[in-house]
């Protein structure tokens, strides 16, 4: 693939159908900039202020915007609260859909064909395949993301943390919990 | 279509393998492969639904067994071997030979950002209302059209429960029929509606299992 996908560039820049500096610009965007620690700011701030998380859950396409992250694959946004009752998950079964203005280009995992077949059918064995354990009465809603509204899970936020700053909140929070692979 | 990409529900395929060291890319391929992807899509010569139709019709053998930026790449020869953009001939050789097709739109270094951030945006205004409302009870078709369509197969024909609207957004059944620009851009009702466990799988399934699914308004009818 390194051989095709050089000669492929080559052509194509050749022809004008792409400018070297854009692809450069596009691969350092997503290797430096856009990320899960910009999910991790947008679930901080919801754990620290109630009006925000209610914004959120209300409208999470214009209160993420607030923070600056908006754009390609985060057109429509929708925010999935986790409680003692609830625990969401986000899968692409039909692809690999997935939020990039807040959680960056999804991980090996979640493109593959494991967690796309499996999600939907034995959500609770796929989290024992990242070491979590949920209680049996909690409810599991998996989240088939079908369409162009991309899911951001909101983590329960850890007990214990309440004198934590935001920025200390957000480094508590991992992409997986977002995703609804992981608890915190 | 009924393809491979369609996994819902499939068996076999084994546990989940999580890397020890997560690498974005894991190989310099990637990130080219990726970012030309990307850069290409706003060439406007197709949408993001041929796009995902041209991945999805992969023969099924190469689709399983080719890591997912490979995927990509092979769709995107497809797509330009289908508009002329390109000939079998150069892509072999990396070569120009023939002269390029006129675009609209070539992403230079100084416009990324911005079209990074604007992205694009499906929902459109509708004027007709919606057929169904939060709470009714609805079934997924039992179809199975030839062409791209977004209605996986697991929920055909099973009934869930409508819990939220969406406005109108762009079809991607009907968005792929012209396959070049000016594209048909049907606009319909998009639901998301949620389904039991035991609806889709069985007896044997997880009762405490629900499953969503985003479904435009042509994919459902009303269930008594």
Redo the contacts between chains.
């Keep these: 693939?390194?051989v095709?996908?050089?000669?492929?560039?080559?052509?194509?820049i050749?022809?004008?159908?792409?400018?070297p500096?854009?692809?450069?610009?596009?691969?350092e965007?997503?290797?430096t900039e856009v990320g899960p620690h910009n999910g991790a700011q947008v679930v901080a701030k919801a754990w620290a202020e109630p009006e925000f998380k209610a914004w959120l859950l209300k409208d999470a396409t214009a209160a993420i915007a607030s923070l600056g992250f908006?754009?390609?694959?985060?057109?429509?946004m929708v925010a999935l609260e986790n409680t003692s009752e609830q625990h969401n998950m986000v899968?692409c079964?039909?692809?690999?859909c997935y939020p990039w203005p807040v959680l960056?280009?999804p991980?090996?995992?979640y493109?593959?064909?494991?967690?796309?077949?499996?999600t939907?059918?034995?959500?609770?064995k796929?989290l024992a395949?990242?070491g979590v354990t949920l209680p049996?009465?909690?409810?599991?809603?998996?989240?088939?993301?079908?369409?162009?509204?991309r899911y951001l899970v909101l983590p329960k936020r850890p007990d214990g943390t309440e004198h934590l700053s935001q920025a200390e909140l957000a480094s508590l929070v991992s992409r997986d919990a977002m995703i609804g692979t992981a608890l915190a | 279509m009924n393809g491979v990409h369609d996994m819902g529900g499939q068996q076999g395929f084994g546990p989940v393998l999580l890397e020890e060291k997560e690498a974005l890319f894991h190989a310099h391929w990637e990130s080219r492969a990726m970012a030309i992807t990307v850069a290409m899509g706003a060439s406007g010569q197709w949408n993001i639904d041929l796009s995902r139709a041209a991945r999805e019709s992969l023969p099924p053998a190469i689709y399983l067994s080719s890591n997912y930026y490979e995927i990509w790449i092979r769709a995107l020869e497809k797509l330009m071997l289908e508009r002329g953009m390109v000939t079998q001939a150069e892509l072999a050789s990396g070569q120009q030979t023939t002269p390029p097709v006129q675009v609209s739109k070539v992403l230079t270094g100084d416009t990324v950002d911005a079209a990074l951030k604007a992205g694009s945006p499906t929902e459109r205004s509708i004027d007709q209302p919606a057929l169904f409302k939060v709470g009714q009870k609805v079934r997924a078709r039992n179809m199975h059209p030839q062409g791209h369509t977004r209605l996986p197969r697991y929920v055909r024909g099973h009934v869930g429960t409508v819990i939220s609207l969406h406005g109108g957004h762009v079809f991607p059944d009907g968005h792929t029929l012209h396959a070049s620009p000016p594209f048909n851009v049907p606009v319909q009702w998009l639901y998301t509606v949620v389904f039991d466990g035991p609806t889709l799988w069985g007896e044997h399934s997880d009762p405490t299992l629900e499953v969503t699914v985003d479904a435009w308004e042509s994919y459902l009818e009303a269930a008594v």
């Design positions: 693939m390194e095709r996908v050089r000669a492929l560039e080559t052509l194509l050749q022809k004008g159908y792409i400018d500096a854009a692809i450069d610009r596009i691969i965007t997503y290797e908006t754009g390609r694959q985060g057109e429509h899968v079964t039909l692809c690999s960056g280009l991980p090996v995992w493109k593959s064909a494991a967690y796309r077949s499996r939907v059918l034995e959500p609770r796929v395949d990242f049996e009465s909690t409810r599991i809603r998996v989240w088939d993301s079908t369409a162009e509204l």
